[in-house]
Each structure stands twice: as C-alpha cells, then as structure tokens.
C-alpha cells in the first residue's frame, strides 16, 4: 500500500506585521498559493503507483440491462479492472440521501442491480494505468438494454404531482384568510404563470476522488463541501468506523451547490483501489458530471395579486411545481420566502413535486429563492404597469415589518433603503415607464428593477485554537474553502480578537482528522464559523499566558440539544434563528437592459445591486461575492438552460460549448452598493452570510427591463432574442 504524505499543514500570511481589523478589506491569504499554482487541491494529487478510472454510463432513462459486452474494454493492454453490476452488487451498502438523514446526493446506487433509472447512469468503472487507457476502456463498453418510455421533464403529460405537505411531514403550505374572496374585490388583479429550467453548476474544477488504502483504513482525496458526510457515508458503505476514514479537501475549485455530500462515484473509486491494492483515481468528465452531480430542478408557478386602485395588494397566491427523482424526495420550498415578502389581507401558497425519470436535483446558489421570486417580483412588476404605477414606489406601499401569514416580526427590514440606495446609484429617477419608448442606434433601451430576500442560516461547529509561547495561533476546523475567503476570514477574526499580527495566524481546513463543520451551504459558512471562532478567542484569553489551547464547541443560541451530535456524526444541520423572528438579507437590482430592433440580441450595459446583509467582514471578498451572484444572475436569466431529450430523457448540452455561461464579454459595469444593516438579533456577531443573495432577483430585474425596453412580457426562462422578435 502506498501512504498519503503530501497533505497540506496550513495557510497562513506571508509577511504580513499588521493586526487585522474587522470591517476593513483584507487580500486573501491564500491568494499567493493559487496564482502560484500551488494550492493543494483534491484532483492535483498525484501517489506512486496510481490507477486511473473511467466511467461508462447508460444510454437509456429506463429500464435495465440485459447484455454486457466488456471483451474490448478487458482486451485492451493496460486496463486493470472492469467493474459492473456483476462485480459489485451488494459490495456496497446502501445509504440515504442527506436531507433524508443519510449522507448522500442520491440514494441510488449504481452498480447494485441491472436497473436502470436514469440516462446517464454509471453502469461501469474501468481502471487503467493511464487516464487515456482508462477512458478508452470505459467508451468500448457495450451494453444491451429493454428500454421503456421515460418521463423526462414535469412538462410531460404523464407526470404525476403530489402536494409537498404529503412528501414532507415539515412543509406546511402557506395560508391566511380567503384569498379568492380577495381577488374579487381587487380592482386590479394578475394571474401569470412562469417557468424556470433545468440548470447545471458546471464548476470550472469537475468532480474528482483519489482513493488509497491503508490495511482498513481509507483516506480520500475529494472536492467536497461537506467532508463529514462523506467520511460517514463511504464507513457506512464500507462497513468501517468513520474513524477509519479519512476525508480531505483543502481547496475546492467551486462547487455553488454540486459536490453536495457523498456523491456515487466515491464508493465505486474505493471499491476499485481495495480489489487492485493500489491508489485510483477518478476524473469524472464535463458530460458525465451532469448526471454524477446534481442540478437545480425546472419549476412551474401560477402567481395571482390582486390590489386596490392605490397599489395596495389584498391578495397574494404563488402556486408552484418542482421536480425530483422517483427515488429520492429533494425540494426546496421557495413560497415561505415569496409569499412573505409583501403585506396582503389574504396569502395562500401551494407546492408539489413531480417525479421524472432522472437523477437527483440538489441545491444551487440560492435554490428556491433564485426561481420563487422570479415569478414574484415578475407579477409584481406586472402589477405594477397594469396600476400605472412606479414599481419601486408600488413596493413601498406594501413593505412590512412581519410576515403577513405568521406575523413574525423581521430582525431588520431594510429592504427599501436598498432599493432607495440602489435607485441613487443607477439613476433611476430618469427611467420611462412606458415601454417600448426608447430607441438608440437601433436598440430598444429599458430599466427594470426586482428584489432579493433570504432568510439567514446557521448551524453548529467545532474548532480548535491554540497560541504558543511566541504569541503564533493556529485555528483548526474540519470546514471547506470553496472559494469564497475562509482561510483569510478565520486569520483576520483571529489576530483582531488576540492582538497578533496577521502573519502569525494559521489556518488549517479541510480535513476529517480536524474538529467537525458542517456543510458548505446556505449562505451558512461566516455565519456559523466566525461566531464560534470569535467566542473561542473569548475563552482563550481567559486562559493563562503562555502556550495555550481551546477545543471549542459552537451551538448556536435556540438551536436543539441535539445539534453537536448531528454535526458529529455527519448529518445536515443548518438553522433559521431566531425561531420567533424572521432573519432576512435584503437586496435590489437595478438593471438596463439593450435588445435589438432587428435581431433581438440582449446587451445588459449596467447593473446595480445594493444588498443588506448584517455585518461585512471584509469589504473586499464580500463585494467579490456580490459580483459573482450578480453575473450568474444575468447567466440564469438570458443563458443558462439544460436541453433534455423528452422522448429518451438524455442531457442534450453536456459541455460549455452548448450549455451557454457568460464570458467577460458578456459582463459590462457592475455597481455594488452595501447596504449598513446592523442586527444584534440575528446572532452575537451580527452576521447573516451573504453568498447567495447576489443572485436572487436578476432574473426577474432583467425581465421587468426587458419588458419596459420592447413591451414583451417573458415568463420563461431563459430569456432568449427570438422571443422578442416580431
């Protein structure tokens, strides 16, 4: 066997004298490691000895194999093993999905049977001793299917829903008063229906694993966001104590939602390296990572408003269908956020889920709220012009201090000061209402506006923090850097609170020998993290001078007993605190949109997004996040969309070639506003996380500007140039 001994012991500050201040802008520590190139990610790693896999996956959606024709692949010179359901079967345990209390992205287990249940599946591993062997391999795999029609989208007729509150014991559907009885005595009333489609995460770094063996012990080399499911779920599998599995990730090349958990193509790699005795490696590729990982679900809403003359909303009703797997029960419940937004005498919102013929959804940046409130703020917009009134101006009326539907008072409502200093920044003052009133240089020029909401998330962590003789510290936790600054975030809590230089701060992530985080997600990383380091920093200048050292355990205040133990052992555990408030980040975009007379081609020259957030740590990474959000907001609006194959359930645009994401070209002048949103409710350090509220409301701002520069109203995303032709 071959031991692991590159594993990275750190990150800490080149030179860098200075103590750090909260609240000021601050480089990113690790920025010397990736322009160096020498950052220690998963997929770099190369072992003595190491195999190389590849996957074969299936052709149908449905149905099983009957045949398997592996003499080609098994004939070629350098592969090493083939792996198919008749090598595995039972080899692997199964475990549930994560949000069903188990560990992983998808409950299926491929490999296990000769059913199949979606295209795409993994129906076998080949190793080699090269990575171009081993693809070889894998594509000169046949298979021989009885197929049987698949339903492939919620579009399809035979696709069957059920109400949410069915699936899920938890959800309640939102519900006060009588809102038909509302509806009939508005003077002005909308009643739209909008769609949102399957969208992939496409990370510029594509699913990798690295397993070796020790005797029986297991340590992986994976870009995951939660490395304790998957050191619990891979033990589970295995049969093995998750103490005889080792799960690292120092640096993960963006995930926005993938690489959720335990993904399916762990277990086999590990399969693989026990029976060989030696490493493997697997590179999962662009096309197979569209069915390997997961996806944000197409949705389907039916939004009714209704209003008196003067713009204030009496009944508001956001109906809505998500799809999911026939074997696992994923949805993200979006009408909690859409329906609580505005003021209404009467407030009904309904979900379902349908099941298809495909894999597993799973969350993307902001996964209910990036396709709930497209649909909202477009009928608010509509509202808005069927009222001749302002949209801003049509928002203030119906701004609230509580939910309407439970009457939970917000923590903080500064939703209008963002759209007020949001509205400064863009000029706004100076927009036409009227739509299709501005043409320059042959292009029809509008404005549109939308906002963002998100409730906050927290959730237990453990950490360890210890400060030698010398004054130098040194923070451990088993959390993941995933782009987003959590190395120079935990440095700089560190050296302000203890009064040490930047550059005497370590920070070690990213390992399962380290104390237990929780998940990567939810816009939950600061919020949790920096609340437990500040407190731990607390108890360890209670402690004597000289060499010191706290393990320190976080719950956050309200959170159930239960909660470090959930966290110990794996499970998802993020909370909305406090139980009897609402925790919101606000925002609001501002957008200019360009279409073509003749062509129908959409520029966007200008955004501006003003965003409330609690307290900014770092000026400078939380404006790179807003940027971030922001762009793939106009992606998702006017790009982004997964082409499936209704009559065999295939990913038709499995590359960047055919699946549209912006390029540099695409993005013009982005304007960030923050928004001071001081909240001592939230939590003690005043934090709310603020990775995901970028991206929500774009979609809509872009619509609403379309709509205001040729006066075609599109409810179907992605926004595309043959809509708006005449």
């Not at 919620?154 to 809102?179: F, I, N, W, Y």
Request: neutral net charge; hydrophobic residues 45%; contains cysteine.
């Amino acid at each position: 066997m071959v031991a692991v001994t590159k594993i990275m012991d750190g990150v800490r500050a080149r030179s860098d004298r200075e103590v750090a201040a909260l609240g000021g802008p601050h480089e990113r520590i690790d920025g010397p490691l990736k322009v160096c190139g020498v950052a220690d990610f998963p997929g770099d790693t190369i072992l003595p000895g190491m195999a190389h896999a590849a996957l074969a996956v299936s052709a149908i959606a449905c149905g099983r194999i009957t045949q398997i024709y592996r003499e080609a692949a098994t004939a070629m010179p350098g592969v090493l093993l083939v792996l198919t359901y008749e090598d595995v079967g039972e080899a692997i345990a199964p475990i549930k999905h994560l949000m069903a209390g188990g560990w992983a992205n998808s409950s299926w287990r491929p490999l296990s049977s000769p059913a199949i249940r979606y295209a795409g599946q993994i129906v076998a591993l080949v190793v080699a001793e090269t990575p171009e062997i081993a693809a070889a391999g894998a594509a000169a795999m046949r298979f021989a299917y009885a197929g049987e029609p698949p339903v492939a989208t919620l579009a399809d007729p035979r696709c069957t829903t059920q109400p949410l509150a069915e699936v899920d014991p938890e959800h309640m559907d939102r519900r006060k008063g009588d809102l038909d009885a509302a509806l009939a005595r508005a003077a002005v009333r909308i009643d739209a229906r909008y769609t949102t489609p399957i969208q992939h995460h496409n990370p510029i770094e594509l699913p990798s694993t690295t397993c070796v063996w020790e005797g029986d012990t297991l340590t992986v080399l994976e870009p995951t966001r939660y490395i304790g499911a998957a050191q619990h779920g891979l033990a589970a599998q295995f049969g093995l104590k998750p103490e005889q599995v080792r799960i690292v990730s120092h640096f993960i090349g963006g995930h926005f939602g993938s690489k959720l958990a335990l993904s399916q193509h762990t277990a086999l790699c590990a399969l693989a390296a026990r029976r060989l005795g030696r490493p493997v490696r697997l590179e999962v590729s662009r096309r197979d990572q569209f069915t390997v990982a997961n996806h944000r679900t197409e949705t389907r809403h039916r939004v009714r408003l209704g209003a008196t003359r003067d713009g204030t909303l009496l009944g508001v009703g956001h109906d809505a269908a998500t799809a999911s797997s026939r074997f696992d029960d994923f949805a993200m419940e979006g009408t909690d956020v859409s329906t609580a937004i505005y003021a209404a005498e009467a407030v009904a919102g309904h979900e379902r889920l349908g099941r298809v013929d495909r894999n597993t959804p799973g969350p993307m940046r902001a996964p209910p709220e990036v396709p709930f409130l497209f649909a909202m703020e477009s009928a608010m917009d509509e509202l808005a012009h069927a009222l001749a009134m302002d949209p801003i101006e049509l928002r203030r009326r119906n701004d609230t201090l509580a939910d309407p539907v439970t009457g939970k008072r917000f923590t903080t409502r500064p939703l209008m000061r963002c759209f007020d200093a949001a509205a400064q920044a863009f000029g706004w003052s100076s927009r036409i209402a009227q739509p299709r009133a501005t043409l320059r240089d042959g292009w029809w020029i509008g404005h549109g506006c939308a906002a963002a909401a998100r409730p906050v998330k927290i959730g237990p962590a453990s950490l360890r923090i210890a400060q030698d003789a010398t004054g130098a510290v040194r923070i451990e936790t088993a959390h993941h850097e995933i782009g987003n600054g959590l190395y120079t975030l935990l440095a700089t809590i560190a050296s302000e609170r203890l009064g040490v230089p930047l550059g005497a701060v370590t920070v070690a992530l990213g390992d399962t020998r380290l104390p237990p985080a929780g998940i990567s997600g939810g816009s939950s990383t600061t919020t949790s993290l920096a609340n437990a380091l500040a407190e731990a920093c607390a108890a360890l200048k209670r402690q004597p001078d000289g060499a010191r050292e706290v393990a320190f355990d976080y719950v956050p205040a309200g959170a159930g007993c239960d909660a470090l133990d959930e966290l110990r052992a794996g499970h998802i555990k993020l909370l909305t605190l406090p139980k009897d408030q609402l925790a919101w980040a606000f925002g609001a975009h501002m957008i200019e949109a360009h279409v073509h007379a003749a062509t129908g081609e959409i520029r966007i020259p200008r955004h501006v997004g003003a965003f409330a957030a609690g307290r900014v740590l770092n000026p400078l990474t939380a404006r790179s996040q807003y940027l971030g959000g922001m762009a793939w907001g106009l992606s998702s609006a006017l790009l982004e969309k997964t082409e499936v194959d209704p009559r065999t359930g295939v990913y038709l645009n499995r590359d960047l070639a055919e699946y549209l994401v912006p390029t540099a070209a695409d993005i013009a002048e982005q304007v960030v506003v923050m928004v001071p949103d001081d909240d001592p409710t939230v939590n003690r350090e005043g934090i709310k996380g603020l990775g995901e509220i970028g991206i929500i409301g774009v979609a809509a701002a872009v619509a609403n500007a379309v709509f205001n520069a040729t006066g075609v109203r599109v409810r179907d995303l992605p926004i595309r140039g043959e809509m708006l032709l005449d």
